[in-house]
């Protein structure tokens, strides 16, 4: 079994920069790809990015505006999605998802390890 911890929400201004954390854990931790995907309110969830174990980074035409930028540390387990220039449209639960075989997915039921997600608020 593995589990999925986002954290590094909250609330940020307009025009402020936040770094989501994806922490992931099981034994053996071999979860190959890891997913961000983000929810707001009313809205569908939609994919932003997602990483494979081999570091290949595949972004997705969204609704996101501003520049992001995704990375994985395998010696933390962790994966990080650094947002920037946020507006208050990616107000939004983001929530990282990671599949153990396959590639990257823009399908979030090919992604069966979800975390709870985390809440970003851009708001001044």
């Known amino acids: 079994q593995y589990q999925l911890v986002e954290s590094g929400g909250g609330l940020v201004q307009p025009g402020g920069s936040l770094t989501l954390s994806c922490a992931a854990s099981?034994?053996?931790?071999?979860?190959?790809?890891i997913g961000w995907f983000r929810q707001a309110p009313g809205k569908e969830r939609e994919v932003i990015s997602c990483i494979e174990d081999n570091g290949a980074i595949l972004n997705y035409a969204n609704s996101m505006k501003g520049p992001f930028t995704l990375s994985r540390d395998s010696a933390k387990n962790t994966v990080y999605l650094q947002l920037n220039s946020l507006k208050p449209e990616d107000t939004a639960d983001y929530y990282c998802a990671g599949r153990r075989f396959g590639s990257c997915s823009s399908y979030a039921p090919n992604y069966p390890y979800w975390g709870q997600g985390t809440q970003v608020t851009v708001s001044s």
């Open positions: 099981g034994s053996p931790m071999d979860l190959r790809t």
